[in-house]
């Protein structure tokens, strides 16, 4: 089942120094590292009906319940070449633990892909849940990623992890 999310507070972007060039890959493929570089953080939080949590309902704490969340991330690009994406837990609970013979929460696989938006691509992460357990919730995911290529445009002062001046 796919859920509904959105970044929570503000992402954390640090742009890097590159000097563009051009990797010569093992295999005679070549890799251009694109003019920039970008660190990038946050949490997603689950959020399917408005309300904070993505919650089982059935009360058979036997079955596995699949989530699938997308969640578009980070900047625009006008070309992106490589990202390194990492997802992790940020929030769980249960609301039932006393209660419940089997609990599980776990990310079975997350990836990345590159979504077509208004004056470039943006990535967005593709992240497969599981739970398991009456009133058991997901609430939040933390990212992490570094990505290389050509910004749209730059960030914004308000849009960097950084002490100006």
């Known amino acids: ?14 742009l890097l120094p590159l000097t563009p060039q051009l990797f010569q890959l093992r295999d005679e493929a070549q890799l251009p590292s694109g003019d920039h570089a970008v660190v990038l953080s946050g949490l997603i939080a689950i959020d399917p009906e408005g309300t904070i949590g993505a919650w089982v309902s059935n009360p058979d704490s036997d079955i596995v319940h699949n989530w699938e969340i997308v969640q578009p991330v980070g900047p625009v690009w006008t070309k992106l070449r490589q990202v390194s994406a990492s997802v992790s837990m940020a929030g769980i609970a249960s609301k039932n633990a006393d209660e419940t013979d089997h609990l599980r929460w776990l990310i079975n696989k997350s990836s990345w892909f590159a979504i077509l938006t208004p004056g470039g691509v943006r990535i967005a992460l593709a992240i497969d849940l599981a739970i398991q357990g009456f009133l058991s919730g997901w609430l939040s995911l933390a990212y992490h990623l570094v990505a290389t290529g050509d910004l749209t445009q730059m960030p914004s002062s308000d849009e960097v992890s950084a002490i100006l001046g």
């Open 1 to 14: 089942m796919r859920m509904e999310s959105g970044i929570h507070g503000k992402e954390q972007l640090i």
